[in-house]
């Protein structure tokens, strides 16, 4: 099994800026992809950035030039830096990681428990 711990969310202002912080832990042979995602109320779940194992990233067209996805190996842990943020990112980040747990598994999602980020006008 595998566990992903969210953290990092909160309050803040219009044009602020948050750091969130994913890590994952328990039966891990390789991550092949970890990033994050957001449900707004009443709204979908959608992509909002994504980074495989190598240097490529992805990002929502709505965030891109503000946010930022990294990824520390190492740590197996993800990052989400979010500038100039706006009252339409307020939403639930969910955490994800397509996980390897042993040399003959077969990659699976695992998913956070999410972290809410409210911006206030």
């Known amino acids: 099994q595998v566990q992903l711990v969210e953290s990092g969310g909160g309050l803040v202002q219009a044009g602020g800026s948050l750091r969130l912080s994913c890590a994952a832990s328990?039966?891990?042979?390789?991550?092949?992809?970890m990033g994050w995602y957001r449900q707004a109320p009443g709204k979908q779940r959608e992509l909002v950035a994504v980074?495989?194992?190598?240097?490529?990233?992805n990002y929502a067209d709505s965030v891109k030039g503000r946010f930022t996805i990294s990824r520390d190996n190492a740590e197996n842990t993800v990052y989400l830096q979010m500038n100039s943020l706006k009252p339409e990112d307020t939403a639930v980040y969910y955490c994800?990681?397509?996980?390897?747990?042993?040399?003959?598994?077969?990659?699976?999602?695992?998913w956070g428990k999410g972290t809410l980020v409210t911006v206030s006008s």
């Open positions: 994800n990681a397509v996980v390897v747990s042993t040399p003959l598994s077969y990659a699976r999602d695992y």
């Open positions: 328990g039966t891990i042979f390789r991550i092949n992809a």
């Open positions: 980074v495989p194992r190598g240097d490529s990233t």
